[in-house]
């Protein structure tokens, strides 16, 4: 497996954007702040903030994928913000370590799915094309 997996917008507002996520990171996907009221929560990194159930899950995933391996799985890079008005302020993650790379949805609102089948967590591929909201990535090595 490469070190960093790059996400391709083939599909969606953003069509044509690139994002990198490096081995031993992960990357939250989020929906891009709208107009109106929002009660979008950030870190002291400028990210958005994950409420206590989605860290929960995050931590829960991490541990059970191998747990000598995972457990300290915490570098955390910018969020992948996406224009989409059908992604969820936290729709998924996706990180990358010496295995590969996986994605975990977030309970989001609409899902994910990967090559058209929903998940809440799988590893993926090369070739593989990652739905959230009505945006395509596809997954390319790096």
């Known amino acids: 497996m490469a070190r960093f997996v790059d996400l391709v917008a083939v599909e969606g507002p953003d069509r044509g954007m690139r994002w990198s996520v490096e081995e031993g990171a992960y ?20 990210d958005r903030a994950l409420d206590k159930e989605q860290s929960q899950l995050v931590d829960s995933y991490f541990q059970a994928k191998s747990p000598q391996t995972r ?4 570098k955390r890079g910018p969020d992948i913000v996406l224009r989409d ?10 990180f990358v370590d010496k295995d590969g790379a996986s994605v975990v949805d977030l309970m989001s609102t ?4 990967v090559n058209d089948q929903p998940v809440r967590d799988v590893d993926v591929k090369p070739g593989d094309v ?3 909201g009505k945006s395509k990535l596809a997954v390319e090595e790096g």
């Open 130 to 132: 990652l739905w959230v």
């Open 27 to 46: 990357r939250v996907i989020a929906r891009a702040e709208d107009e109106r009221n929002s009660t979008l929560q950030m870190t002291p990194d400028g």
């Open 85 to 94: 008005g059908s992604v969820s302020r936290t729709h998924a993650l996706v």
């Open 71 to 74: 457990r300290s799985f915490k």
């Open 110 to 113: 609409n899902g994910t799915k």
